[in-house]
């Protein structure tokens, strides 16, 4: 379905992001974590996309068989970097053959594995370059729906790590949008208050698109100290930092803290109506379904209803 027709139908959205596995048992953990998901019926799913090949193909392959074999609508994630217009365009074909409404389009990170990359070589250096071109693509109406591609791009709460000046990286934004993007999806955060700041500065350069939250719970004092590498620029505030060191060598607890202030963090955003929540699942379930029980709700529908 495509991004227009789902916002449309959800006054609220719950959506969660799977990333591409890169062994045969982390792919068996994906899809259990799947089918354990699937019943909280949200109202899409996104994939991850790595560039320079490391899991591209992976990802390719995740989201066509969501697409064929679950009741989930995945989004596709694509990123600009190490791709030639030919790669994109190929990729676009492939995911509109496959009856794929949906992209979440990226500027994208150097592989771990190629720090000297030249981004010179990349057809597009931007998001903004990549949703253009993704616009002219469904201008060619090579897609099932006449409209082609519903597009999403990544907002940054706090700020993009790349554009220490928050003006600046505001008019990134706003120029993402007004080159044809649908929706806002943004980088996790643990301080709602960032969030509504971001939404009140989204307001004031007229930037009226949906813009769904991104919340990640914190499981394990590994992911503790993962989250802000992930997440460059993503602080913890300090009344949460100060109940993770606390118990930082204590996965039990820290788990406990990181659920209950991600069904805090929830909570709050329902009762100010947000327009949606996009949970980053580590390919993991029990997290996520556990926040619904908590939230009191079976599924996304019931959960919905906490925010009207």
Same mark, same amino acid.
């Given at each position: 379905? %495509?991004?227009?027709?789902?916002? +449309?139908?959800? *006054?609220?959205?719950?959506? /969660?992001?799977?990333?591409?596995?890169?062994?045969? &048992?982390?792919?068996?953990?994906?899809y259990?974590?799947?089918?354990?998901?699937?019943?909280?019926?949200?109202?899409?799913?996104s994939?991850?996309?790595?560039?320079?090949?490391?899991?591209?193909?992976?990802?390719?392959?995740?989201?066509?068989?969501?697409?064929?074999?679950?009741?989930?609508?995945?989004?596709?994630?694509?990123?600009?970097?190490?791709?030639?217009?030919?790669?994109?365009?190929?990729?676009?074909?492939?995911?509109?053959?496959?009856?794929?409404?949906?992209?979440?389009?990226?500027?994208?990170?150097?592989?771990?594995?190629?720090?000297?990359?030249?981004?010179?070589?990349?057809?597009?250096?931007?998001?903004?370059?990549?949703?253009?071109?993704? %616009?002219?693509?469904?201008?060619? +109406?090579?897609? *099932?729906?006449h409209r082609? /591609?519903?597009?999403?791009?990544a907002?940054?709460? &706090?700020?993009?790590?790349?554009?220490?000046?928050?003006?600046?990286d505001?008019?990134?934004?706003?120029?993402?949008?007004?080159?044809?993007?649908?929706?806002?999806?943004?980088?996790?955060?643990?301080?709602?208050?960032?969030?509504?700041?971001?939404?009140?500065?989204?307001?004031?350069?007229?930037?009226?698109?949906?813009?769904?939250?991104?919340?990640?719970?914190i499981?394990?004092?590994?992911?503790?100290?993962?989250?802000?590498?992930?997440?460059?620029?993503?602080?913890?505030?300090?009344?949460?930092?100060?109940?993770?060191?606390?118990?930082q060598?204590?996965?039990?607890?820290?788990?406990?803290?990181?659920?209950?202030?991600?069904?805090?963090?929830?909570?709050?955003?329902?009762?100010?109506?947000v327009?949606?929540?996009?949970?980053?699942?580590?390919?993991?379930?029990?997290?996520?379904?556990?926040?619904?029980?908590?939230?009191?709700?079976?599924?996304?529908?019931?959960?919905?209803?906490?925010?009207?």
């Amino acid at each position: 379905m %495509h991004i227009r027709d789902i916002f +449309k139908q959800n *006054p609220t959205t719950f959506s /969660f992001e799977f990333f591409p596995p890169k062994t045969h &048992e982390a792919a068996e953990l994906l899809y259990q974590s799947i089918k354990k998901l699937e019943p909280l019926k949200p109202a899409f799913v996104s994939v991850t996309y790595g560039a320079g090949g490391s899991t591209r193909e992976m990802t390719h392959e995740v989201v066509l068989r969501l697409k064929t074999t679950t009741t989930l609508d995945p989004v596709a994630h694509l990123t600009a970097v190490c791709h030639s217009e030919q790669d994109i365009c190929g990729i676009l074909q492939r995911y509109a053959k496959a009856g794929i409404s949906n992209i979440l389009a990226l500027a994208g990170d150097l592989p771990h594995d190629m720090p000297c990359y030249d981004r010179s070589q990349d057809a597009f250096r931007y998001a903004t370059d990549l949703v253009n071109y993704i %616009h002219q693509f469904n201008d060619q +109406k090579l897609h *099932p729906d006449h409209r082609g /591609f519903g597009i999403g791009v990544a907002g940054f709460p &706090e700020g993009h790590p790349d554009t220490p000046n928050r003006v600046t990286d505001m008019t990134h934004l706003k120029q993402k949008v007004d080159a044809g993007a649908d929706y806002i999806c943004t980088q996790m955060f643990f301080d709602n208050r960032d969030f509504y700041d971001f939404c009140q500065r989204c307001e004031l350069i007229d930037i009226n698109v949906p813009i769904v939250a991104g919340i990640m719970p914190i499981l394990s004092a590994a992911s503790m100290k993962r989250i802000p590498q992930m997440a460059l620029g993503m602080r913890y505030p300090a009344k949460l930092l100060r109940k993770l060191l606390k118990y930082q060598d204590d996965d039990q607890n820290i788990r406990k803290i990181g659920i209950d202030w991600a069904t805090q963090q929830c909570h709050d955003l329902l009762d100010n109506h947000v327009r949606g929540i996009h949970f980053y699942t580590l390919n993991r379930a029990m997290a996520t379904v556990e926040i619904y029980r908590r939230l009191g709700a079976a599924d996304s529908s019931e959960l919905a209803e906490l925010s009207e």
